[in-house]
């Protein structure tokens, strides 16, 4: 076998060896480490309906070109195993052999149940044996029943002999051995029964056709479900359609819908030869034939004539209850319903008419039918809660509680609690409801899906990573949503949030949870089953009381009493608390945010669209910008001026002279010595029969590829036609020079010029960072720490704001200051300023570098680089670039700025002032305003400071409303920031639609996972050409700084912020109290100590519970700063989580499984100079600051390492060596 694989050139070649090793030995040899899709087609395959689909990664280290080059390549089926041998690391493939069903279902399956479900079915013969021959008996009851047997009767009931006597001699005379049939035995009875077409649908593939029989006019349909075989009798009425194609097996309701790849185009039936073309004067259509046309004459309903009909100007075939609204040339924009031409239209976010109710909001997925169960909203709300066994590691659910509205309650239990469940729950009885369970995202989802795929069930779902945002079953019009994305909290904080003091978690032995235990009676579970070391130290502690107190009063432990009042508490809170935050949402809004909605945040964008938006006032920026063929303009010019110095000739285009005129037409290119002509062909714009299908609309011109590729031709034959030599070339023949030509790429790289501006390039998201990473307070100073009151909400409000579309501007700029928007240029950054203004991207972090150079290679030392290899390229906010000038930024080039003339100060004013109005009022009077004059005081004011009259009347402490207001705040803007091109998730079981994708020219297929043998869910996004909009969108003191909160060094005689507690003022966080030590190992990653001794530890990606703080905690974190700041040294802590929640997206399983997280300061946002503890940004001269060295004590450090030595990985010599220095 090995000498087979060294022969093999191509990985073509490779998997026609169907031998498994040769598997095994591609698994040792393919690597990489970012990921990415590949899907590769077999044609030479033993089955033919068999295809290979293959997930390898790529390694980061290799360029982008050298990446497009081995796709291209491996989709060809080209790829030289050498050079996959000389990675020096293998790279996993992920083989997936499908051999996928035939014909699609069209199903609307009324129930999940199945008995239940096929009891109800007319079309449903069932087949009742006590033997194994249901697979026999099924046909010989089929074959009489299409015979119009008399003794038909006979043989379909099976209390009678004769049933079981020809089953028994159709497998004597098929030669197929009694006993259980799959595939192979009925392919032995088609054989024998060869006047017959015997199809095979499957339940557990969704009612797809698992087996297709030579074409015959008898046809035999079976139901294979359960390893049982009954008999269809009508298509039509199995899957609740009106008609049924034999000929591609699929269901329909009306005959316009149905496009049978077997059939006429012209007449919709099959066998429909070209004779002579006939004219139809009434459709305006051509027809093959006579009988064709008089056939799309002809219906029992409507005929074709009557329902379809070609426009005589632009050809297109249109339906004809939509022909008043057809527009010729014009396509109808799907926002604001207007049509226009394309490339012509400029959109605005459209208020939401409350009379139309169309309150729809695609939250993270703008393919889904928007958010909504039905358009007239749901019959009910359910609220339930699973408690799981995971003695064996995997999750198993044993209870479940379900509540409604008026907390009616429902309880399956149990090793079947899933199944029961969810039987229960998918039926008529429960449709156009929804299900609300808290972190349904990451947990009660699990259960649903493992069910859902088990039992072939179609669904829908929105993902966001490996959480589950929404969940919907259409079939029953049922849907799931998540609390936890409108009420962002602990479910144990619900009560006090929104007040309902008699409400409270209690607690459960989860880890007690087992089989063994569940008819447990006796003492209360010792505390470990608890998993107190999961908590927080003050929740343990409160724990260790309440389980000491039930100890001490020997409390008998009923296991199942206790499991299911845990269970109906949690449900009772949830159901409760909601339905109090649906109420309050309500009398606020006037809309139901459970109904359309998926998260608050766009519950918020829906309350501002339906009640403060104001026409034509947001933009919706066109996905590919405002001018989308610049991009390609600047491919053109590079290729040509890249020609024109390969060639040694001067070739005249848009940067070199202009581009010249021919007739109606510009060209890219013209060289005048040899009339030459070039023409350099983007595939998006032009068509490239390549790339692009013929009919794949091109969503910026309006038009198929088709015909832009043959509006192309016809350019270049006018060009020819007049007399001029004519080189083109297509855009995707210059990616691949690019990828084997170096001199041609670097050409590329160097040259002189910008990609057109892309506005979600100036979004940086929030600037956190350690400025100095260690500091000790000294008798005169105090460290404070304040934050902004509600930042986000006072930009809002008082800054000032775009409105509709902005003026490009690409030559002939003004001065920066007369622009108001974004501007794409290139910068100069000062040599000394501590807290530079513009953010740079780089290295997978967002830094505010002074040297673009410096900040690209992360350098620890002095920056010598000149002026050309400072500067910064990007694109930033008018105002940042207004205020970099101001501390010595200089502008050495614009590329492009958006201006937008009309701007307001008002836009999001109203929606701030009703829900801030909310907030204040429901927060009550302050502790100091007791007097009714201090009252007045405080409102009069609130009044002054923030411009919003309180009521006295509603000045009442609210914690549900305040709660909810605060909410409405602080979530609002992020919808406005979403990426249109989210990740989409689909289930697919027609085998033509999911190859459709991977070869479509819209999409990229990201992920695949194999559900069962015939159902597929991929995972994909919008190529960037097709992305569809979206409707909706003095410093040296400083320690320590986030988006809206500072901890600063406060001196005395020296300047401070000023305080205050109104709207966009900053607080003291620290109630008056104050910081005496501080260190941080960077973003997210600090610890203080204050003068009353309280400590506070903050570390991303780490719960620092109680197992967890005894390895992270104030004094480690001090000693690994140190050694990394002063020692150069990275120390290593090990976090063990022996309790820790997984999801397994492919199996769809909740596991708790061991795990270990390493805790370490890896610093290089900024650099840190050994001698100091003050970090700086790439590129300063330190050497302008006066930092004061770092203070910690030799006795200090001795004591810092103590600590350390326990936990750290670092060696006792090392830092020895590092206290010591001076």
Same mark, same amino acid.
């Given at each position: 076998?090995?000498?087979?694989?060294?022969?093999?050139?191509?990985?073509?070649?490779?998997?026609?060896?169907?031998?498994?090793?040769?598997?095994?030995?591609?698994?040792?040899?393919?690597?990489?480490?970012?990921?990415?899709?590949?899907?590769?087609?077999?044609?030479?395959?033993?089955?033919?309906?068999?295809?290979?689909?293959?997930?390898?990664?790529?390694?980061?280290?290799?360029?982008?070109?050298?990446?497009?080059?081995?796709?291209?390549?491996?989709?060809?089926?080209?790829?030289?195993?050498?050079?996959?041998?000389?990675?020096?690391?293998?790279?996993?493939?992920?083989?997936?052999?499908?051999?996928?069903?035939?014909?699609?279902? &069209?199903?609307?399956?009324?129930?999940?149940?199945?008995?239940?479900?096929?009891?109800?079915?007319?079309?449903?013969?069932?087949?009742?044996?006590?033997?194994?021959?249901?697979?026999?008996?099924?046909?010989?009851?089929?074959?009489?029943?299409?015979?119009?047997?008399?003794?038909?009767?006979?043989?379909?009931?099976?209390?009678?002999?004769?049933?079981?006597?020809?089953?028994?001699?159709?497998?004597?005379?098929?030669?197929? @051995?009694?006993?259980?049939?799959?595939?192979?035995?009925?392919?032995?009875?088609?054989?024998?029964?060869?006047?017959?077409?015997?199809?095979?649908?499957?339940?557990?593939?969704?009612?797809?056709?698992?087996?297709?029989?030579?074409?015959?006019?008898?046809?035999?349909?079976?139901?294979?479900?359960?390893?049982?075989?009954?008999?269809?009798?009508? #298509?039509?009425?199995?899957?609740?359609?009106?008609?049924?194609?034999?000929?591609?097996?699929?269901?329909?309701?009306?005959?316009?819908?149905?496009?049978?790849?077997?059939?006429?185009?012209?007449?919709?039936?099959?066998?429909?030869?070209?004779?002579?073309?006939?004219?139809?004067?009434?459709?305006?259509?051509?027809?093959?034939?006579?009988?064709?046309?008089?056939?799309?004459?002809?219906?029992?309903?409507?005929?074709?004539?009557?329902?379809?009909?070609?426009?005589?100007?632009?050809?297109?075939?249109?339906?004809?209850?939509?022909?008043?609204?057809?527009?010729?040339?014009?396509?109808?924009?799907?926002?604001?319903?207007?049509?226009?031409?394309?490339?012509?239209?400029?959109?605005?976010?459209?208020?939401?008419?409350?009379?139309?109710?169309?309150?729809?909001?695609?939250?993270?997925?703008?393919?889904?039918?928007?958010?909504?169960?039905?358009? &007239?909203?749901?019959?009910?709300?359910?609220?339930?809660?699973?408690?799981?066994?995971?003695?064996?590691?995997?999750?198993?659910?044993?209870?479940?509680?379900?509540?409604?509205?008026?907390?009616?309650?429902?309880?399956?239990?149990?090793?079947?609690?899933?199944?029961?469940?969810?039987?229960?729950?998918?039926?008529?009885?429960?449709?156009?409801?929804?299900?609300?369970?808290?972190?349904?995202?990451?947990?009660?989802?699990?259960?649903?899906?493992?069910?859902?795929?088990?039992?072939?069930?179609?669904?829908?779902?929105?993902?966001?990573?490996?959480?589950?945002?929404?969940?919907?079953?259409?079939?029953?019009?049922?849907?799931?949503?998540?609390?936890?994305?409108?009420?962002?909290?602990?479910?144990?904080?619900?009560?006090?949030?929104?007040?309902?003091?008699?409400?409270?978690?209690?607690?459960?032995?989860?880890?007690?949870?087992?089989?063994?235990?569940?008819?447990?009676?006796?003492?209360?579970?010792?505390?470990?089953?608890?998993?107190?070391?999961?908590?927080?130290?003050?929740?343990?502690?409160?724990?260790?009381?309440?389980?000491?107190?039930?100890?001490?009063?020997? =409390?008998?432990?009923?296991?199942?009493?206790?499991?299911?009042?845990?269970?109906?508490?949690?449900?009772?809170?949830?159901?409760?608390? $909601?339905?109090?935050?649906?109420?309050?949402?309500?009398?606020?809004?006037?809309?139901?945010?459970?109904?359309?909605?998926?998260?608050?945040?766009?519950?918020?964008?829906?309350? =501002?669209?339906?009640?403060?938006?104001?026409?034509?006032?947001?933009?919706?920026?066109?996905?590919?910008?405002?001018?989308?063929?610049?991009?390609?303009?600047?491919?053109?010019?590079?290729?040509?001026?890249?020609?024109?110095?390969?060639?040694?000739?001067?070739?005249?285009?848009?940067?070199?002279?202009?581009?010249?005129?021919?007739?109606?037409?510009?060209?890219?290119?013209?060289?005048?010595?040899?009339?030459?002509?070039?023409?350099?062909?983007?595939?998006?714009?032009?068509?490239?029969?390549? $790339?692009?299908?013929?009919?794949?609309?091109?969503?910026?011109?309006?038009?198929?590829?088709?015909?832009?590729?043959?509006?192309?031709?016809?350019?270049?034959?006018?060009?020819?036609?007049?007399?001029?030599?004519?080189?083109?070339?297509?855009?995707?023949?210059?990616?691949?020079?690019?990828?084997?030509?170096?001199? #041609?790429?670097?050409?590329?790289?160097?040259?002189?010029?910008?990609?057109?501006?892309?506005?979600?390039?100036?979004?940086?998201?929030?600037?956190?960072?350690?400025?100095?990473?260690?500091?000790?307070?000294?008798?005169?100073?105090?460290?404070?720490?304040?934050?902004?009151?509600?930042?986000?909400?006072?930009?809002?409000?008082?800054?000032?704001?775009?409105?509709?579309?902005?003026?490009?501007?690409?030559?002939? +700029?003004?001065?920066?200051?007369?622009?108001?928007?974004?501007?794409?240029?290139?910068?100069?950054?000062?040599?000394?300023?501590?807290?530079?203004?513009?953010?740079?991207?780089?290295?997978?972090?967002?830094? +505010?570098?002074?040297?673009?150079?410096?900040?690209?290679?992360?350098?620890?030392?002095?920056?010598?680089?000149?002026?050309?290899?400072?500067?910064?390229?990007?694109?930033?906010?008018?105002?940042?670039?207004?205020?970099?000038?101001?501390?010595?930024?200089?502008?050495?080039?614009?590329?492009?700025?958006?201006?937008?003339?009309?701007?307001?100060?008002?836009?999001?004013?109203?929606?701030?002032?009703? +829900?801030?109005?909310?907030?204040?009022?429901?927060?009550?009077?302050?502790?100091?305003?007791?007097?009714?004059?201090?009252?007045?005081?405080?409102?009069?004011?609130?009044?002054?400071?923030?411009?919003?009259?309180?009521?006295?009347?509603?000045?009442?402490?609210?914690?549900?409303?305040?709660?909810?207001?605060?909410?409405?705040?602080?979530?609002?803007?992020?919808?406005?920031?979403?990426?249109?091109?989210?990740?989409?998730?689909?289930?697919?079981?027609?085998?033509?639609?999911?190859?459709?994708?991977?070869?479509?020219?819209?999409?990229?297929?990201?992920?695949?996972?194999?559900?069962?043998?015939?159902?597929?869910?991929?995972? =994909?996004?919008?190529?960037?050409?097709?992305?569809?909009?979206?409707?909706?969108?003095?410093?040296?003191?400083?320690?320590?700084?986030?988006?809206?909160?500072?901890?600063?060094?406060?001196?005395?005689?020296?300047?401070?912020?000023?305080?205050?507690?109104?709207?966009?003022?900053?607080?003291?966080?620290?109630?008056?109290?104050?910081?005496?030590?501080?260190?941080?190992?960077? @973003?997210?990653?600090?610890?203080?100590?204050?003068?009353?001794?309280?400590?506070?530890?903050?570390?991303? &990606?780490?719960?620092?519970? $109680?197992?967890?703080?005894?390895?992270?905690?104030?004094?480690?974190?001090?000693?690994?700063?140190?050694?990394?700041?002063? $020692?150069?040294?990275?120390?290593?802590?090990?976090?063990?989580?022996?309790?820790?929640?997984?999801?397994?997206?492919?199996?769809?399983?909740?596991?708790?499984?061991?795990?270990?997280?390493?805790?370490?300061?890896?610093?290089?946002?900024?650099?840190?100079?050994?001698?100091?503890?003050?970090?700086?940004?790439?590129?300063?001269?330190?050497?302008?600051?006066?930092?004061?060295?770092?203070?910690?004590?030799?006795?200090?450090?001795?004591?810092?390492?103590?600590?350390?030595?326990?936990?750290?990985?670092?060696?006792?010599?090392?830092?020895?060596?590092?206290?010591?220095?001076?």
């Amino acid at each position: 076998m090995e000498r087979k694989i060294k022969e093999c050139q191509t990985i073509a070649e490779l998997l026609a060896l169907e031998s498994q090793s040769v598997f095994n030995e591609l698994e040792e040899r393919l690597v990489f480490e970012k990921r990415m899709e590949i899907f590769l087609r077999i044609k030479e395959w033993r089955l033919e309906n068999a295809r290979l689909g293959l997930v390898p990664d790529l390694t980061d280290t290799w360029t982008p070109e050298q990446r497009e080059s081995f796709l291209r390549n491996w989709q060809d089926g080209e790829l030289p195993l050498q050079i996959i041998r000389s990675q020096k690391r293998a790279v996993d493939v992920n083989v997936v052999h499908v051999e996928m069903p035939h014909g699609g279902t &069209g199903t609307k399956r009324a129930e999940i149940n199945l008995e239940k479900h096929l009891m109800k079915k007319r079309s449903i013969i069932r087949i009742r044996n006590n033997d194994q021959l249901c697979l026999a008996r099924a046909l010989v009851v089929a074959k009489a029943k299409i015979d119009n047997d008399p003794q038909y009767t006979s043989i379909v009931d099976h209390r009678r002999a004769m049933q079981t006597r020809l089953a028994r001699e159709l497998h004597q005379k098929a030669a197929v @051995p009694l006993g259980p049939c799959g595939l192979d035995e009925v392919k032995q009875f088609q054989t024998y029964l060869s006047d017959y077409q015997i199809n095979i649908v499957s339940k557990d593939h969704q009612n797809a056709l698992i087996y297709i029989g030579p074409d015959q006019e008898k046809r035999i349909y079976l139901y294979l479900h359960d390893n049982h075989y009954d008999i269809i009798t009508k #298509m039509p009425g199995f899957f609740a359609r009106k008609k049924y194609c034999h000929a591609c097996k699929k269901a329909y309701d009306h005959r316009e819908d149905h496009l049978c790849p077997n059939a006429c185009p012209c007449c919709r039936f099959p066998d429909c030869p070209v004779e002579s073309w006939v004219r139809c004067n009434d459709c305006n259509r051509m027809f093959k034939s006579q009988a064709c046309f008089d056939r799309h004459k002809q219906s029992s309903e409507k005929s074709i004539c009557a329902t379809m009909v070609k426009c005589s100007e632009c050809h297109r075939i249109i339906k004809r209850y939509k022909r008043d609204s057809h527009h010729c040339g014009m396509t109808k924009c799907p926002i604001c319903k207007e049509y226009t031409r394309p490339g012509d239209h400029r959109c605005y976010m459209q208020p939401v008419e409350k009379r139309n109710e169309d309150l729809s909001d695609s939250d993270d997925s703008s393919e889904h039918p928007e958010d909504d169960v039905t358009e &007239g909203g749901y019959d009910q709300m359910l609220f339930f809660d699973f408690e799981c066994r995971q003695e064996n590691g995997n999750h198993e659910p044993n209870l479940c509680v379900i509540q409604n509205e008026a907390g009616d309650e429902w309880v399956f239990e149990g090793d079947n609690t899933r199944n029961e469940f969810c039987e229960w729950l998918f039926q008529k009885e429960r449709a156009n409801c929804i299900m609300m369970a808290h972190n349904f995202q990451g947990y009660d989802s699990y259960f649903i899906l493992q069910y859902l795929r088990e039992n072939g069930v179609k669904y829908d779902v929105i993902v966001r990573g490996a959480k589950v945002l929404s969940l919907s079953v259409d079939m029953f019009k049922i849907k799931f949503i998540d609390s936890l994305n409108f009420i962002p909290m602990r479910l144990a904080d619900f009560p006090k949030t929104f007040g309902i003091d008699e409400l409270a978690k209690g607690y459960f032995p989860h880890l007690f949870n087992k089989k063994e235990n569940e008819n447990y009676v006796g003492p209360v579970p010792p505390a470990p089953y608890y998993n107190p070391n999961g908590m927080s130290p003050a929740a343990k502690e409160t724990f260790l009381r309440w389980h000491k107190n039930l100890k001490d009063n020997d =409390y008998v432990f009923n296991f199942q009493e206790e499991i299911l009042a845990y269970c109906r508490s949690d449900v009772d809170i949830l159901r409760r608390c $909601c339905l109090e935050f649906r109420e309050l949402f309500r009398d606020v809004t006037k809309i139901d945010p459970f109904e359309k909605c998926l998260t608050i945040a766009s519950a918020c964008n829906l309350v =501002y669209r339906t009640n403060y938006l104001r026409e034509n006032t947001i933009a919706i920026i066109p996905p590919r910008g405002y001018c989308p063929e610049n991009k390609q303009s600047l491919l053109a010019q590079k290729w040509l001026s890249y020609t024109s110095e390969q060639n040694e000739i001067y070739i005249q285009h848009a940067r070199n002279g202009g581009e010249k005129r021919v007739g109606p037409y510009l060209l890219d290119g013209y060289h005048e010595e040899t009339r030459t002509a070039y023409e350099v062909h983007g595939c998006f714009w032009h068509g490239c029969i390549n $790339c692009y299908a013929r009919d794949t609309i091109n969503p910026v011109k309006g038009k198929t590829m088709h015909d832009l590729h043959q509006k192309t031709v016809e350019k270049i034959q006018y060009l020819k036609n007049q007399g001029y030599n004519v080189v083109e070339v297509w855009e995707c023949r210059i990616n691949r020079e690019l990828a084997g030509n170096e001199d #041609m790429k670097h050409y590329f790289i160097q040259y002189d010029g910008v990609d057109p501006l892309e506005p979600r390039d100036a979004l940086y998201g929030g600037r956190t960072n350690a400025s100095r990473l260690y500091h000790e307070c000294n008798d005169d100073e105090k460290i404070r720490y304040v934050d902004f009151t509600s930042l986000y909400p006072w930009c809002n409000k008082m800054t000032r704001t775009v409105v509709g579309h902005p003026r490009i501007i690409t030559e002939n +700029f003004d001065d920066i200051s007369t622009y108001f928007g974004l501007v794409k240029c290139t910068v100069l950054p000062p040599r000394g300023l501590f807290h530079p203004v513009l953010p740079y991207r780089t290295q997978g972090k967002l830094m +505010f570098p002074l040297c673009k150079t410096c900040a690209d290679a992360c350098n620890q030392t002095p920056c010598d680089h000149a002026d050309r290899e400072r500067a910064i390229q990007g694109t930033w906010c008018s105002v940042e670039l207004e205020k970099a000038l101001e501390k010595s930024y200089q502008i050495v080039r614009i590329h492009e700025v958006w201006h937008f003339p009309e701007t307001s100060d008002d836009l999001f004013k109203d929606y701030i002032d009703t +829900f801030l109005k909310i907030k204040q009022e429901a927060s009550g009077y302050p502790k100091d305003s007791v007097t009714e004059e201090q009252k007045r005081h405080y409102v009069d004011e609130y009044l002054e400071k923030s411009g919003i009259h309180l009521d006295p009347h509603k000045i009442e402490y609210n914690p549900g409303l305040r709660a909810l207001a605060k909410l409405m705040l602080n979530s609002f803007w992020g919808k406005f920031a979403q990426r249109p091109n989210m990740v989409k998730t689909e289930q697919i079981k027609d085998p033509q639609v999911f190859f459709d994708y991977l070869t479509s020219d819209e999409i990229n297929v990201l992920d695949a996972d194999l559900v069962s043998d015939d159902i597929i869910e991929i995972r =994909y996004e919008y190529t960037d050409n097709f992305i569809k909009p979206d409707a909706k969108t003095n410093v040296e003191r400083v320690m320590y700084y986030d988006t809206d909160s500072v901890i600063f060094i406060s001196k005395l005689n020296e300047p401070e912020p000023p305080l205050g507690n109104h709207l966009g003022q900053l607080t003291d966080e620290l109630g008056g109290e104050y910081i005496t030590v501080f260190a941080s190992g960077g @973003p997210k990653n600090y610890c203080y100590r204050t003068n009353s001794g309280k400590v506070e530890t903050k570390v991303r &990606g780490i719960t620092l519970d $109680c197992t967890a703080r005894q390895k992270v905690n104030f004094e480690v974190i001090c000693g690994l700063v140190y050694l990394h700041a002063k $020692c150069q040294v990275t120390g290593q802590v090990s976090v063990d989580i022996p309790f820790r929640i997984t999801r397994n997206t492919r199996t769809k399983e909740i596991e708790t499984k061991r795990m270990k997280k390493d805790y370490r300061i890896v610093y290089n946002k900024r650099f840190v100079r050994s001698s100091e503890w003050t970090s700086f940004d790439y590129g300063i001269i330190w050497e302008r600051f006066l930092c004061r060295k770092g203070k910690c004590s030799p006795q200090r450090l001795q004591t810092l390492y103590g600590r350390l030595q326990p936990v750290t990985t670092v060696g006792t010599s090392t830092v020895s060596k590092c206290i010591s220095k001076p």
